[in-house]
């Protein structure tokens, strides 16, 4: 408890049982139906995060329509949590959700090529500069398939990391420094036979020297990070870092892969349009088709013609039969996903929603930052776009490990349960919000009164 200044930690026990009873009486049906789930799912739900929202038991949706949604016991919430990114462009956008339907009329899938694909192929090329790209049913395989490439065409084993990381589910990036700088596997991730030691270096984010000590050893085929973190935390870059990270990874011969799946936030074009980065491979998922599941990776002129050279395509010889090399998957690029990706690029991912999503999540940084002014908190927040996030630390962190010093369980528990018995939902692992396009300012402010408010009974005043 020692970043809550003034906060009486009695109170704030007090508080959240009142809060849970609160709760509890709202959602009487979502606690019926978890009851169920436990019966017929390993954890409960058919995918063991939804439980890590704040509550006794996950709150069950019924429908969700842009930056609303209801569940099944006809309590209605803002959405700023938005799937955790994955409905980052809003609830059943109308061009998204009416291309999909129109699609699902005509085949969902059949593993053949179609012509709204070669649209999405150019468009991605003409967005985020890298020429050719492949398609994957989320970012975490996306990463796992561009790993695999980096790993064919260096002849190199090892992959670098930064300390609190985020790229879904790669097992190469489950690890982190312990308190004496030593990599393990993450806390309450199993190692699952992956030899870390032979196959990952783990640094610090920021950490200019640390990244070129671990890279000159010649060693690493790829560098997997984010433009900025946002897993553990935001983490800022340094001012000059990728400019660093793009030279060392040339001057020692690794790939450097940027992912930006959290941090497209950013704009229409991401970190890589907007801060003009360079990277070797460009791994994307998430919000991209709507919510389908799906992501893209894009490689450059260069990275493709070493993986040409290493496994050549048919059009130059290269062999028909079992010509997957170890990436892919069947439903990858299905016509289902193929109109989601068209008409978000098309309709969706443009200069004016962004522009008002941005608008819509500075609303609520400045209001989050004026209350944690008016209550002398030593707190910040960090926006990215349309992303925004408070953490309960003075200023932002450099690093994942200084990162991990400013979350507070309890304290983070109580204020997502005390927003969401009001109406508003915000990243369950995170005190993350972020923007859609039909976010309005009476949303905001329903969120910022809920917040001011929260604050107010957590100081007794």
Avoid at 52 to 68: D, F, N, Q, T
Avoid at 277 to 285: A, Q, R, S
């Amino acid at each position: 408890m020692g970043h809550m200044m003034d906060i009486d930690t009695q109170r704030m026990q007090h508080l959240i049982e009142r809060e849970q009873q609160r709760f509890e009486a709202r959602h009487p049906r979502s606690a019926a139906l978890y009851e169920r789930g436990k019966h017929v799912y390993l954890y409960g739900t058919p995918l063991h995060w939804m439980q890590l929202w704040a509550g006794s038991y996950p709150v069950y949706m019924s429908e969700a329509k842009g930056a609303r949604l209801r569940d099944v016991d006809g309590n209605e919430f803002v959405d700023l949590c938005l799937g955790d990114t994955g409905s980052m462009f809003g609830h059943s956008h109308p061009a998204i959700a009416d291309a999909i339907a129109r699609q699902a009329q005509r085949g969902v899938t059949a593993m053949l090529p179609s012509e709204d694909g070669v649209w999405v192929g150019e468009e991605l090329r003409r967005r985020f500069g890298l020429p050719y790209w492949q398609l994957a049913t989320s970012a975490s395989d996306a990463n796992r398939f561009a790993l695999r490439l980096a790993r064919m065409i260096t002849n190199r084993n090892k992959v670098l990391v930064f300390n609190g990381n985020y790229h879904g589910s790669v097992d190469e990036t489950q690890v982190e420094l312990d308190a004496s700088g030593h990599m393990r596997s993450r806390t309450n991730v199993h190692a699952n036979g992956m030899d870390h030691d032979r196959l990952v270096r783990l640094v610090e984010f920021n950490d200019v020297d640390a990244l070129e000590r671990e890279l000159s050893h010649g060693d690493v085929a790829c560098v997997i990070t984010e433009p900025m973190m946002t897993n553990i935390g935001m983490v800022p870059v340094a001012p000059g870092y990728h400019d660093a990270l793009r030279r060392l990874t040339r001057k020692y011969g690794a790939l450097l892969l940027i992912d930006e799946t959290h941090t497209i936030s950013t704009g229409p074009g991401g970190c890589t349009r907007a801060w003009g980065l360079e990277p070797d491979i460009f791994v994307l998922g998430k919000a991209i088709a709507g919510g389908i599941p799906s992501a893209v990776y894009g490689v450059s002129e260069e990275v493709a013609q070493r993986v040409w050279q290493a496994k050549p395509p048919v059009w130059a010889g290269g062999e028909k039969r079992n010509n997957h090399s170890g990436f892919g998957g069947t439903l990858a690029g299905n016509q289902l996903t193929i109109a989601g990706l068209r008409a978000t690029l098309e309709h969706v991912m443009t200069d004016e929603n962004y522009a008002h999503m941005i608008d819509m999540a500075t609303r609520i940084a400045r209001s989050v930052e004026a209350d944690i002014a008016r209550f002398a908190l030593p707190w910040h927040v960090t926006q990215i776009g349309a992303r925004a996030e408070y953490m309960f630390m003075p200023q932002p962190p450099v690093n994942g490990t200084q990162a991990k010093t400013g979350r507070n369980g309890p304290l983070e528990a109580f204020i997502h349960l005390y927003l969401l018995n009001r109406g508003v939902l915000i990243t369950p692992f995170h005190n993350m919000m972020l923007a859609c396009p039909q976010l309005t300012p009476e949303d905001v402010d329903q969120h910022n009164l809920a917040f001011s408010e929260c604050l107010t009974e957590l100081a007794g005043a």
